[in-house]
């Protein structure tokens, strides 16, 4: 006959309740949220005395950092959160979450399916850019333009010729980096602006080594300034995707009040290309094999 297993924490191996109690309350830990009967602390803030008073970047900015930014800061957080919310049904994410209502998904349906699609390719530039701007930074007491070659030589050989953060296939200049690094220019008092003068370094690095301007683009300029403000490259990917699910969110809602069903990335009338075999006949094949 087995032994019935016994559990620590008594004599005899049976738990306590208090000891059951504290392992419940151990199980899940967090510093961000404190919730009881009547009582909601965002970060120590009782939620009443944020609701009205607290911009969402401010709110964002708290979630994330534990503090409360300066309003210049929250400013320069939302400039970026603004600058990428869309960019057309041609963004995969943007035609996904449109495609997915014509379905008959609904609202968060079709959100959630454009959203899994914004990772490393669609989505993920504005991370890596940061990752490439903090390997740059780390490694600039040698010399900064000397550790953008570096870095760029270990990125190229880690993950191809395609740099993060700069040129575009739409916009030959992005106007959106454009205004977000005029913004990072005049913000003096809220960061050092070290993190855009490796990215301009980045910029003029790769025209050197290619003979042609690629400018930096929006995911560059957002690596910026989230670099500037301090958050982790990790949360580059998130910020993102704050930013552009507002973005998903317009076009599942215009798209469900057009109606459609069932449309794909194209017309029925454009025709798409056919690379397999030419016709043949199972029967031929058959009486064929028939044969031999």
């Not at 000891?19 to 919730?35: E, G, K, M, N």
Request: aromatic residues 6%; neutral net charge; hydrophobic residues 45%.
């Amino acid at each position: 006959m087995n032994a019935k297993p016994t559990k620590p924490g008594a004599p005899g191996g049976e738990q306590r309740p208090e000891d059951v109690l504290a392992a419940a309350r151990r199980w899940w830990t967090t510093a961000i949220v404190d919730i009881h009967p009547g009582v909601i602390r965002m970060r120590g803030y009782a939620i009443e005395d944020l609701v009205g008073r607290v911009s969402y970047p401010q709110m964002v900015w708290l979630m994330l950092r534990g503090e409360l930014p300066t309003r210049e800061q929250a400013r320069l957080l939302e400039a970026a959160l603004v600058a990428a919310v869309d960019h057309g049904p041609h963004a995969p994410s943007i035609a996904i979450s449109r495609m997915a209502v014509t379905c008959g998904l609904p609202l968060n349906g079709a959100m959630a399916s454009a959203i899994n699609a914004l990772d490393d390719i669609h989505g993920g530039a504005g991370q890596q850019c940061m990752e490439l701007y903090a390997a740059i930074d780390a490694d600039r007491a040698s010399g900064t333009e000397a550790a953008v070659e570096r870095a760029l030589d270990a990125f190229i050989a880690a993950h191809g010729k395609i740099i993060p953060g700069f040129g575009h296939r739409f916009h030959g200049t992005d106007p959106r980096a454009v205004r977000l690094l005029a913004l990072v220019e005049i913000a003096g008092d809220v960061v050092d602006g070290r993190f855009a003068r490796i990215g301009r370094l980045v910029e003029a690095a790769l025209e050197r080594r290619t003979g042609k301007r690629i400018p930096m683009n929006i995911d560059g300029a957002t690596a910026v300034i989230y670099s500037e403000l301090g958050f982790a490259p990790a949360l580059g990917r998130g910020l993102f995707i704050l930013s552009r699910s507002v973005g998903i969110l317009a076009h599942a809602w215009e798209q469900s009040q057009q109606g459609g069903r069932i449309k794909g990335p194209m017309p029925t009338s454009i025709d798409y290309t056919y690379s397999g075999h030419p016709p043949r006949s199972l029967d031929r094949d058959s009486s064929d094999d028939d044969a031999a």
